[in-house]
């Protein structure tokens, strides 16, 4: 419904070429939702340390898998780390809208990992950031980084496609 598939019909799929344009829409409106989504777990969730270690684990090893240059393991992290997060958060629609977009860009990251690990891990640390940022509860600081973070992906996404 968002255009970014076309169904042919006995024929198959094929998936939209994305511009940076929509890189970038799609980014904005993740960053938007994030924020949020963060508010929300500031106001409303608590992170037990049982949460807080599970989601330092997944930076953790999402660092180990950029530093092996192993794109689909980073993805893997990555999104097992948005899962966790975004579980704290409820609001059904923010959460579904989020989950969808995480990782829209999915295969651009993998080649990203790769091709330009350092990108890669600035992209983790930001996420290690965040969490710190929802641990202290400092709701500015975390639109701060939400908004570097969006930068940051863009950086790496553009890259991939420049390249």
Not at 66 to 79: H, L, Q, R, T, W
Request: glycine share 4%; net charge negative; proline share 2%.
């Amino acid at each position: 419904s968002e255009g970014y598939i076309t169904m042919y019909p006995g024929v198959g799929f094929r998936i939209k070429d994305l511009s940076l344009s929509d890189i970038k829409e799609s980014l904005l409106i993740s960053g938007a939702l994030e924020i949020v989504a963060m508010d929300y777990i500031i106001e409303h969730s608590q992170i037990t340390e049982q949460k807080k270690n599970l989601l330092e684990k997944y930076v953790k090893d999402s660092y180990e898998a950029i530093k092996n240059k192993d794109g689909s393991k980073y993805v893997e992290f990555a999104g097992k780390y948005h899962e966790e997060l975004y579980s704290l958060v409820n609001l059904p629609s923010v959460k579904d809208i989020l989950n969808d977009h995480t990782f829209l860009h999915k295969s651009l990251y993998l080649e990203g990992v790769m091709k330009f690990p350092q990108d890669a891990f600035v992209l983790a640390e930001d996420h290690y950031n965040i969490l710190q940022a929802i641990i202290e509860k400092d709701k500015k600081k975390i639109r701060d980084l939400i908004e570097e973070h969006e930068i940051h992906c863009y950086t790496i996404l553009e890259e991939v496609l420049e390249s």
